[in-house]
Structures are given as structure tokens and as C-alpha cells.
């Protein structure tokens, strides 16, 4: 936050800390290699490095003011070596084993834009009508660098990714500021305590797994008359919903059309749909639409235009809202179109993994991961220690795959998906492979493959531990105490 001295400042997202810009994350502050967000006005003018503008903010990079940084400068090239005017450039953070795109410029009509960055290492990607390339660039190091689209979508590389050092930003605080903070923090926690003493502690698993809103789920359970559907309903939820979730949601999600077909397309905000579409659509639009797929479809290609402006805030629209406003992001509009064709009683979802639409069924391939284990690693676990990416119109959109705790019986791992061949579209994937060393460098196999329709690709998964070095093997809980044997029972130590 902006400051009435020009200086910015920060705070805790949560929690309560004596003084300003002190929060749990100043260490990993310091070792950052981007911060950006977005400010009100596209006309923004103040002082720090533009990112984006938009059609209604200006996105803003503040690295400055966290990290040590540096500039580098980018030109972009054709392959027959022209300025490649108006390219896409993705600066990539290596997290959870990907090549996470943090920021995104366009370049001018010479091909050039620039970035201010911690003192690390980015992958930088750019991309245009299809063709990329990319490079990886060290901040602090690098003052100026060269990437030409045309890059071969073939062929294995390793390197070495390194972050910032970090450093100690720590801010003084007195005693008596860290008493008076400890002694807020305390009767917040009694206050916490007190409204959770009033939440149900037997009874139904929805009951209870809604916590503070349990009133409004035991309402929908109690005053449903097929409560085995109530019950369908509710297992649609996950447990955040189950504590957000409204008595209008859930009786439009109850009326829904059967078989009912759940809540949510993705991740967007939940609203209701089926009633909306059950009333909004009068006889004339009801004629047009019809109620097959195809029908809906070419009703949805004709009277709903799609904005594709890259500076739009991603935010999804509700389904309600495409309808009355008859136009819409590509995101929402996958999200309107499966919606109405759920309200109509047709099947429809999107892919959680690759992100298309249901009715978009593609060829598919298999790919094989062979893997040798190393000394730290038996089993490679998806975000930790790899990834996997399609290549469409030159750039990589991550398959999603669940991320649930692959111990608990969730989640996806080698193991247990890769080894014996997982069914992908057919296409261009790029799979990224590390473990983090207890440096804090990673270092990073980048491997292109390509699946093809009804054959079986096999590649090998690298997790690279070069000699000499440390990987990170596991983690534990740093503020847990150890426990002295007293009387014959285990209690903390002082």
C-alpha cells in the first residue's frame, strides 16, 4: 500500500504484527524474483515499472520494493531476423516443477520490451502466430538479451535454476510492541475458540464438515424430500463450499435438471444457473436454442461474441451475466456454454486437465514415463518433481492434473499414473523435471515429446542431483516442540 510519504508499505494478508512491512513471508520476500499487482486506472502514472495496462488498471511491478533487482533488456526476432512487432513475452518462475508464466509483456513495433527482476534466474518464453523460443536469463547478469521465435519443438535440455540469495529485511520491533501484539493475538484466538465451541461436534459428516455454516446445510438436509439427492448435492462440494454455500445455491443446484450434473464448471465463483436459464429462456429463445448439443451451440457461436482483449482482468463472468450481457472472455464463455447446456439437461464439463470443453473430444496417444530412481527420490510426485505441458499456438498450458495428497490415496504421481501410460491428446508436450537442492537451486530437465493418435510414446523422466550437492528430502513442522518424558506422560519443553 501506497503511503502518504510516496514510500510503499506492506502488511500480513491475516495476521497481526506490530509494526508495518512485517509478514510471514519477508524471507521469502527477499529471495523474489517478481511482485506485480494491479492498480485502479489504465492512465496509471506512478512511479513503478509498468507491466500491463488494461482496459480499467495498470498492472504495476513493485520488486523494488522487496528484493534486490535488475534490469534486463529483450528483443524478440522473426526467423528471417526482423523485429517481431507485438510477440508475447511470458516470464516464467520455476514452481511446482513448472515454468510458471508470473508476468506477461508485449513487445513494441521494434520487437523490444525490458523487465526489473530479483537477482535470479527466469525462463523468458516468447511467443507469436504460433512460432516461440526462449531462454533462460539471469538477473543481475544478463543486461541484454536476443530471443528469435522458430525454436525446434524437439529435443532435451538441462540447466541450472537458480533464486535470489535472499537477505535479512527484518524491521526492529520493541518489547513492548511484541507484547502488546501477543496480548491482541491472544484474545483473537479466545474469540476464535468461543464462535467454533458453537459448531456441531456429532451428527452428519456434511454438518460438520461445513463448520460455521452448518445451520444452512442440516436446513437443506432436514427440509429435502429426497434426501438421497440432497446428499448428491452436497458431494458435489468441497469442503470450502460446504462452509460458503447459500440456501439459494442449494436449492437451485437441488432443482437442477436429472441427472444433476454439479455445481461448479471449474474453479469460478458459484451462482446459480439452472433456475436463471429456467426462466430467463422464454418460448422464442427456447425455439432457437433447442436442445440438442449442436443446436445450443450454434445459438451460443451466434448471439454471443467473445472479447479476447490479453490486458482483461480474468475474472469469469457468471453464466447470468454472459447471458445478459451477450459477451465474454474465452474462459467465460467455456463456463457459460457448459452451464446452459447443463440447464437444458445435455451433458457437458470441462476438462480438468487439459482445460477443453467435453464436446471437444480429441485423437489420443499414450505416453510412458520410464524412470531410474535416485538417491532421494523413488516415486516423483506431479508439482513436486515434474510436470507436463501442450503446446498450443506456441506456448505451454499445464495439464492439470488432481493435486491431491498422492499418500492419501490422491493426488498423481510416476508411479502410479506414468509408469505404465497415461492417455493424452495427441500434440506437442513440454515435461519439466527437478528437485529443488537445499541451496535452493533447482536443476531442470526440459524435455519436448510428442504423442501421437494410438501409439505409445516413451520417454525417460529425469530428476538430475549433480555430485556434490544436497536435495531437499523432505520438510517438518519448525515451530513443533519436543517433548519431555514427565511422571509417565510426554509433556512440551519450555
Known sequence: MPGSDGRWWFLGACEPEPVLNLGWFNAPDSRAMLMHTRVFGRRYDGPEEVVLPGPNYTEVNLIDNYAETARVDFTVLLADGSPASGARVDFCIYNYAEFYPAVTKYTDAAGHTFLSSGLGDLMVWASLDGAFGYSKVSFGTDSDVVITLGAPASGVEQLMITPPAGADNM?????????????????????????????????????????????????????????????????????????????????????????????????????????????????????????????????????VSVDNDPAAWRIPMSPAGVWKCRVADPRSLDIFTVAILRARGLEAYKDPVTGKLGHEAAPKGFLKLSYEPCRSVANPRYYSHFTLSRLENGRPHLMSFDEGEVDMGGGVDWLHTFRDGCALEEGTYLLVSGNRLSSGAVPVTMRFVEVRAGETTVVPLVIDEPAGTVPVIGSFDSEQRFLAYDGGLWRPCP
Open 171 to 303: 524491521p526492529p520491533v520493541s518489547a513492548e510492541q511484541r507484547a502488546l501484539n501477543d496480548a491482541r493475538f491472544a484474545r483473537e484466538d479466545s474469540l476464535r475458540h468461543a464462535y467454533e465451541a458453537t459448531f456441531p461436534s456429532s451428527g452428519d459428516e456434511f454438518v460438520l464438515r461445513s463448520r460455521g455454516n452448518w445451520e444452512v446445510i442440516r436446513g437443506f438436509l432436514d427440509g429435502a424430500s429426497d434426501r438421497s439427492h440432497a446428499i448428491e448435492v452436497l458431494s458435489s462440494l468441497s469442503g470450502k463450499d460446504l462452509r460458503d454455500i447459500t440456501p439459494e445455491l442449494l436449492a437451485d443446484a437441488y432443482d437442477a435438471p436429472r441427472p444433476y450434473r454439479g455445481f461448479r464448471v471449474e474453479d469460478e465463483f458459484l451462482s446459480p444457473f439452472y433456475g436463471f436459464f429456467a426462466s430467463a429462456i422464454g418460448p422464442e429463445d427456447d425455439a432457437a436454442i433447442g436442445h440438442s448439443e449442436d443446436s445450443v451451440l450454434a445459438w451460443i457461436s451466434s448471439h
